[in-house]
C-alpha cells in the first residue's frame, strides 16, 4: 500500500523543527555553574528523527532555518554526511542558529538552559518552505517547539497543510520544553491547538500528566489523549516500555533493561525507528502484531540510545539493533 507520494518502502520522511547546538558538561552529575568544560553536540529532537531514520537505511529530509554562521554550517554538514537531504534547510543571516545547555544529572536524566533570543529557527516564514519536498514525503513529522513563536508557527501550520493535502500521515511528537514557553498554560494550549490534525502522536509519561493535569499514566488518563482523527497514539515509559492505542485494540509492548548513561536522543530514536517500520509497511497501523514488532524494535533503538553519551552518536544501524534484539 502506498503513503503519500512515498510509495511503500522507499518513502520519504520529512522532518520539520529545531536544530541546535547542545553544550553538555563533560562531566554527569553537576550543574551547569559546576561544569569545568563542555561538549558540544548537535541536537534538536526533529533533527534527531530525520538522522534515526537515515540510520536505519531509510529517506529523510530536514525543513528549518539555521543561522548562516560556523555553528549552522556546520549542522548543515552534519545531515548531509548523515545521509539526511537538507534541501528543505535555509539560513538567516541576521540571526544565530540556537545554543542549548543540558546538565546530565547522575542518572542520566536532563536539565535545559536555551539560548534562543530569537534564534534563526523561530524565523522560518512559511514563504521559505520547500514546498516541493514537503509534498514528496510519505510522512510528516514535528514536535511543538516551532508553535512558540511567529514567523515559524504559521510555516509550521502551512507545512502541516501542504503535507496533509499530497497525501502524507502527521506524525507529532509535542516534545515539551516548558522553560522555551510563556507559561505552562499557553504551552499545554498551543501543543493541543493541532493535536487532532495528526494520524500519529507519541507523547511521554510525562508529558501526558502535564498535557492532562493528571498525575497518572493509566489508560482512561491516557485515553483523554485519544480523538477520532487519530489512527495511533503512543505513551512511552522509559524502562517500562510503551503503551498503544488505536481505534481497534490497545496494549503495552515491554522495554529492555540497561544502564542508562545519558537519555538524550532516546525518545527520538524510538520515534525514527517507528516511523521507518510504518513507512516499510503502513498496514501495522491496523494489525496489532506487526505493531508489536515494530514497537519492540522501536523500544530497542531507544534503549541502546540511552546507553551512550550524545544523541546522534548513539542512534543505532540495524544490525546494532539485531544483535542486541538477538541478546534480549
Not at 561538549?39 to 529532537?45: D, E, I, Q, S, V
Not at 534515526?52 to 543561522?67: D, E, I, N, Q, Y
Not at 493535569?213 to 489512527?231: C, F, N
Not at 502484531?289 to 515494530?294: E, I, T
Amino acid at each position: 500500500m502506498a503513503i503519500g507520494n512515498g510509495g511503500t518502502g522507499s518513502g520519504l520522511v520529512v522532518s520539520f523543527g529545531e536544530m541546535l547546538i547542545d553544550f553538555v558538561p563533560s562531566e554527569a552529575g553537576v550543574s551547569l555553574a559546576e561544569a569545568s568544560a563542555f561538549l558540544k553536540a548537535p541536537g534538536g529532537a526533529p533533527a534527531n528523527v530525520a538522522i534515526a531514520v537515515a540510520r536505519l537505511g531509510g529517506r529523510a529530509a530536514f525543513v528549518s532555518k539555521l543561522g548562516d554562521d560556523e555553528f549552522g554550517h556546520m549542522l548543515a554538514a552534519i545531515l548531509r554526511e548523515k545521509g539526511v537531504s537538507d534541501a528543505g534547510v535555509v539560513f538567516d543571516a541576521g540571526a544565530r542558529t540556537a545554543l542549548a545547555f543540558v546538565t546530565l544529572r547522575a542518572d542520566g536524566e536532563r536539565e535545559f538552559m536555551f539560548y534562543r533570543n530569537p534564534s534563526a529557527d523561530m524565523l522560518l516564514t512559511a514563504a521559505e518552505l520547500n514546498v516541493d519536498l514537503i509534498r514528496n514525503g510519505a510522512i510528516f513529522h514535528y514536535g511543538s517547539i516551532s508553535l512558540i513563536a511567529e514567523p515559524c508557527r504559521s510555516a509550521h501550520l502551512k507545512a502541516m497543510e501542504l503535507a496533509k493535502e499530497s497525501g502524507a500521515l502527521l506524525s507529532y511528537d509535542p516534545n515539551l520544553r516548558l522553560p522555551l514557553w510563556p507559561s505552562p498554560e499557553e504551552a499545554r494550549k498551543q501543543i493541543l491547538s493541532i493535536w487532532d490534525k495528526a494520524d500519529i502522536v507519541k507523547v511521554s509519561g510525562a508529558e501526558l500528566e502535564f498535557l492532562t493535569g493528571h498525575d497518572s499514566v493509566e489508560d482512561e488518563v491516557a485515553l483523554r489523549l485519544w480523538r477520532p482523527s487519530l489512527k495511533l497514539l503512543l505513551v512511552t515509559l522509559g524502562d517500562k516500555g510503551c503503551k498503544y492505542f488505536t481505534k481497534d485494540f490497545r496494549g503495552i509492548v515491554g522495554s529492555f533493561t540497561v544502564k542508562q548513561v545519558d537519555t538524550t536522543g532516546a525518545g527520538d530514536a524510538f520515534v525514527g525507528a517507528l516511523l521507518q517500520g510504518i513507512i516499510e509497511d503502513q498496514s501495522a497501523l491496523q494489525d496489532e502484531k506487526k505493531l508489536r514488532q515494530v514497537l519492540r524494535f522501536a523500544n530497542a533503538c531507544g534503549a541502546i540510545t540511552a546507553t551512550k553519551k550524545g544523541a546522534i552518536p548513539s542512534l543505532p544501524s540495524p544490525s546494532e539493533v539485531m544483535e542486541f534484539l538477538e541478546k534480549a
